[in-house]
């Protein structure tokens, strides 16, 4: 049984650019989360997604955009990069109503540059 | 607000001893309690959870817990560290209240000396 996949792993951006992380979560789980952690820090809440809307957002700029799909799996779209945006992005899956027990991917690591 | 403290950053011990990470969380609900470990650049792995119930939990790798509410802590314990516990651990708070986003603590970095 699959876990939470994300993609890509890695990935360099230039300052200004946009960028798309996805994430297909564990199987029979339908809300999706979005973290950021940055270098030596804690994971900090983006937002959620469950039945393809945003249901909750963290303290994140507009910038930061999401989708959901009719199969769950997200993205996660960041416009305009700036040089602190450069972190772990994780995404973590939940069947609905878990109290938020909550199954976590590996993570993008995204670079800009 | 809701916050979680971890109030160690670093934790060295020796192989074989025991071990207790420190979790104290102040939340204006009544909470979920989680502790999950990170190894350097990996994601995250949970290891334990708390919802309701025995106020003492246990979980993955010989690893257990146990909620005071109370003291409103929720400490992680394990009797015997192996070198390969050495990792980033994060205690992590959610609550249906609050839409059931985690909220971390800033972890502690386990150090296995042999």
């Known amino acids: 049984d699959a876990g939470v996949t994300q993609s890509p792993t890695h990935l360099i951006k230039t300052r200004g650019q946009q960028v798309t992380l996805r994430c297909s979560p564990k199987?029979?789980?339908?809300?999706v989360s979005w973290y950021q952690q940055a270098l030596g820090q804690e994971p900090q809440f983006i937002f959620q997604?469950?039945?393809?809307?945003?249901?909750q957002r963290g303290n994140f700029p507009d910038r930061f955009s999401g989708h959901q799909f009719p199969n769950y799996s997200s993205e996660l779209n960041v416009n305009a990069l700036l040089l602190g945006d450069s972190a772990l992005y994780l995404c973590?899956?939940?069947?609905?109503?878990?109290?938020?027990?909550?199954?976590f991917g590996s993570g993008t690591r995204l670079t800009v540059v | 607000a809701q916050s979680v403290t971890q109030p160690d950053i670093h934790i060295t011990v020796s192989e074989g001893a025991s071990l207790e990470l420190r979790c104290n969380y102040s939340?204006?609900?009544?909470?979920?309690l989680f502790w999950y470990v990170q190894s350097p650049g990996q994601g995250l792995q949970l290891l334990l959870k708390?919802?309701?119930?025995?106020?003492l939990v246990q979980g993955i790798k010989g690893f257990e817990a146990e909620f005071k509410r109370s003291q409103s802590s929720f400490n992680l314990r394990k009797p015997s560290v192996h070198w390969s516990d050495a990792a980033e651990y994060f205690c992590?708070?959610?609550?249906?209240?609050?839409?059931?986003?985690?909220?971390f603590g800033a972890g502690t970095i386990l150090r296995v000396k042999s």
């Open positions: 939340y204006g609900a009544t909470p979920y």
């Open positions: 708390y919802f309701s119930g025995d106020t």
């Open positions: 997604y469950y039945e393809e809307e945003e249901r």
């Open positions: 992590a708070v959610g609550a249906r209240e609050y839409g059931n986003k985690l909220v």
């Open positions: 199987s029979g789980h339908d809300t």
């Open positions: 973590a899956s939940s069947p609905a109503g878990a109290n938020g027990g909550y199954t």
